[in-house]
């Protein structure tokens, strides 16, 4: 599977953006999809996974209730709303696919990733 994010950028504090993951080369739904961030001088984070659809979803407890994740498996895309931001949410963010029958505790460890998109910056700053 290819991954390529974007959809990055610049944004005030309380802004919103949305990112995309278009995946090639194999069908999505057979895939976790999630998107992880990594801010400068820290370890890369997990944000958000997608499991299948639907309710199969969980977040990292910095981001829940302002960023939602979702996927259009018609597009191949997964995308990653986010509102309310923050300076702190100023990193890099990838998009990455895992088997989809992983457990959903194994989804927020970056070790069970196989596949990683190249990464999309977004600042947030006045």
């Known amino acids: 599977v290819q991954l390529q994010a974007s959809g990055g950028g610049l944004v005030q504090p309380g802004g919103s953006l949305r990112l995309s993951c278009a995946a090639s080369?194999?069908?999505?739904?057979?895939?976790?999809m999630a998107w992880f961030r990594q801010a400068p001088g820290k370890e890369r984070e997990f944000v958000a996974v997608?499991?299948?659809?639907?309710?199969?979803?969980s977040y990292a407890g910095s981001v829940k209730g302002r960023f939602t994740i979702s996927k259009d498996n018609a597009k191949n895309t997964v995308y990653l709303q986010m509102g309310s931001l923050k300076p702190e949410d100023t990193a890099v963010y990838y998009c990455?696919?895992?088997?989809?029958?992983?457990?959903?505790?194994?989804?927020?460890?970056?070790?069970?990733?196989?596949?990683w998109g190249k990464g999309t910056l977004v600042t947030v700053s006045s």
């Open positions: 080369g194999r069908a999505m739904h057979n895939y976790a």
């Open positions: 997608n499991r299948r659809s639907g309710s199969s979803t």
């Open positions: 990455a696919a895992a088997p989809s029958t992983l457990v959903l505790s194994a989804l927020w460890s970056q070790e069970s990733y196989s596949f």
